[in-house]
């Protein structure tokens, strides 16, 4: 019952036939190599975006951290909510790269901010002179940390709140496969459609071995970023690694296939956990689940074998306490139903 997290599971098989085939024989090094060419043709491909500049990376904070520090100045704001994992997971790591670029937080239910509380937030900083810093960053999580989706219609809304104030727009897609799976819109309408500027891309999450591209719609925003990401140590040397993975990743909708199985996984657990009693907290729209349980339950569920992650919520007490359940593309009927069965 391993609900702990999407980053525990394996690597998809075809990706590691993939790794495997790019092991036979040599390449030219750093990102010189055909199926880095490859990757980064099928990336512009599936996004319809020609001209997109592409890099791939190993971490998903590396592709966050690198993306921002390029839109944002050391000087600098990022927007972003509450919970945003720039926020909370990440040490601090996109203003450090960033040169000491600090972070506007901004709340919003169960994740998702809104075009209102956005304008608002940007208003707590006018920008009179250079005491203020500059407002240059809007950073939209989706999925988010809480599960939830930003259709395309929110993400336009979010990114005209933006622009009106000159800010460029940055998605966090350490989940984008699931948000793309759970609104049947395209990777376009989601990203540069709606106003967005570079996308982090997560492949680790869903299938692959360690897989991030950050994706940049005017190939403008990217200029010298090749030398950023150099800098920063994040240029692999064996490049077509990466490449090899993204490349069977996004072959014939592998990325989506998965990303449509963890969601599916974790509406199934949804529902499950209503029937007995114990409705989630958030609503479930891609493949994070979040239910307050008794914690003698949750101690009782753990200990017949449940991996699940505590997650203190608003009305937690002690008694009762928030977990967070996770599910991927290896998630099978069984540990779902063993999960329930324990409830």
């Known amino acids: ?14 990706i590691m036939a993939a790794l495997a085939a790019a092991n036979d024989g040599s390449a030219p090094s750093y990102g010189r190599d055909a199926l880095t060419e490859g990757a980064a043709g099928r990336l512009r491909e599936i996004f319809e975006a020609p001209d997109a500049a592409v890099f791939l990376v190993g ?35 996109p203003a450090w790269m960033a040169g000491g670029a600090s972070l506007a937080l901004t709340p919003g239910a169960w994740g998702r901010m809104t075009p209102q509380a956005l304008a608002a ?44 104030a000159g800010m460029a727009v940055h998605v966090d897609g350490a989940r984008f496969a699931n948000a793309v ?18 996308l982090s891309l997560g492949g680790t999450k869903n299938g692959c071995l360690a897989l991030e591209a950050v994706v940049f719609f005017d ?41 449509r199985h963890a969601n599916a996984a974790a509406a199934e657990l949804a529902a499950g956990l209503r029937n007995s009693g114990h409705a989630p907290l958030a609503p479930v729209e891609a493949n ?3 239910v307050r349980l008794p914690r003698a339950v949750i101690a009782r569920a753990r200990a017949a074998g449940l991996r699940a992650a505590d997650w203190p919520a608003a009305g937690d007490d002690e008694d009762r306490g928030t977990i967070r359940l996770v599910t991927g593309w290896t998630t099978t009927a069984e540990e779902i139903a063993a999960l329930l069965a324990v409830l």
Request: net charge negative; hydrophobic share 45%; charged share 15%.
């Open 59 to 93: 971490t998903g904070t590396g592709s966050n951290a690198l993306a921002l520090a390029q839109l944002c100045p050391p000087w600098g704001r990022i927007f972003c909510h509450e919970t945003a994992h720039i926020e909370t997971s990440e040490s601090g790591g």
């Open 121 to 164: 937030r940007i208003a707590d900083y006018p920008q009179v002179d250079e005491h203020d810093g500059r407002n240059a960053v809007l950073s939209i999580t989706n999925a988010t940390e809480w599960g939830t989706v930003h259709d395309a219609a929110s993400v336009a809304g979010l990114c005209a709140v933006a622009r009106g």
């Open 288 to 290: 994070e689940v979040f």
């Open 181 to 198: 799976a759970a609104t049947g819109a395209s990777p376009a309408a989601l990203t540069w459609r709606a106003g967005v500027d570079a």
């Open 219 to 259: 190939p403008a925003r990217a200029q010298d970023f090749a030398f950023r990401r150099m800098r920063a140590g994040h240029l692999w040397s064996k490049h077509r690694f990466l490449a090899a993975q993204a490349l069977a990743w996004l072959e014939g909708g592998l990325w989506l296939d998965l990303a």
């Open 1 to 14: 019952m391993n609900f702990g997290s999407d980053n525990s599971s394996g690597v998809h098989p075809r």
